[in-house]
Nanobody, 115 residues
């Protein structure tokens, strides 16, 4: 059974940074492209960043390009999202999953950007 556990969220001031982590288990992690998604209150869930299985290819939602960096450690079955220059509009619950939202969603980690 696949399990995804997100962590690292918190309250940060505009311009601040956070590093999110996703611990994956129950599948051969390196075989799968992965994404970070987010969902703000009253809005649909959207993807913000994706990375190929080997980690060599990344893509980002336009609004986070240059500020967010997705990475992975296949030996540790971990996915990361480094978020810099955070803005209030980045406030959301953040989730990890496969590129096709392949598995059941984890509990997410809350990111709140506010002064």
């Amino acid at each position: 059974q696949v399990q995804l556990v997100e962590s690292g969220g918190g309250l940060v001031q505009p311009g601040g940074s956070l590093r999110l982590s996703c611990a994956a288990s129950g599948m051969t992690f390196k075989w799968y492209g992965m994404r970070w998604y987010r969902q703000a209150p009253g809005k649909e869930r959207e993807w913000v960043a994706e990375i190929s299985g080997a980690g060599g290819t990344t893509n980002y939602k336009d609004s986070v390009k240059g500020r967010f960096t997705i990475s992975r450690d296949n030996a540790a079955n971990r996915l990361y999202l480094q978020m810099n220059s955070l803005k209030p509009e980045d406030t959301a619950m953040y989730f990890c999953n496969g590129n096709g939202a392949t598995w059941s969603w984890g509990q997410g980690t809350q990111v709140t950007v506010s002064s």
